[in-house]
């Protein structure tokens, strides 16, 4: 197995109401799950071939709950990547070169019959952990911005996180809402629903804690 480590940043936005079940090994809010996951790289490398500074997405969609399979996956990947960059990153995306079950994307690939061949274009990543805030794009495929839940009362910023010590994707992380679209074999529209901000660490075992 190809050795590799990863440390950046994540914003992800998916169908649930604030608080996902999913996050409490409940089912999803309306009986499905519709992802979109952006990732900035810090900091990683894949197989001796750095990938400090480049980004990857994906789109994923589930007729049922994750658990029930059946699943579709769009890998997307930083066009600036060479060869064996792009190679790296669909693999950690796609959980080949990892234990299994050990990753998050291990997980969701594990439970998709139909992975899309990988699109490769330009990712924008601009996010904030504290305040809460996103904007990410992957050009001419996918759109995502997150902001604080507000106070339905009086408008003041909420902020909430939920602890997962022992969770395969983060360990805390801070919980928003957000507004994603994407086009091609996984379209997806999310409007006002579950949004998280959390750090990534990982290697081909899994989570570093």
Known sequence: MAGWELHGMEFGNCNCSYGCPCQFNALPSKGYCQAIGFFRI???????????????????KWP???HEGRGTMQPIIDERGNEAQRQGMLSILTGKETDPFSTF???????????LPPVHTRITIDLDMQARRATCTADNIAKGRGE???????????R???????????????????WSTTTGGVALTLEDSYAHWCELHFNEHGRIH
Request: glycine share 16%.
């Open 42 to 60: 810090d900091k990683g490398h894949f197989s001796g071939a750095s990938l400090d500074g480049l980004n990857m997405a994906i789109a994923v």
């Open 64 to 66: 049922g709950a994750v």
């Open 105 to 115: 994307w291990a997980v969701y690939a594990a439970m998709c019959e139909t992975i």
């Open 148 to 158: 604080p839940i507000l106070n339905p009362v009086n408008g003041t910023e909420h």
């Open 160 to 178: 909430v996180g939920i602890v997962l010590p022992n969770g395969f994707e983060y360990g805390q992380n801070e919980v928003g809402r957000g």
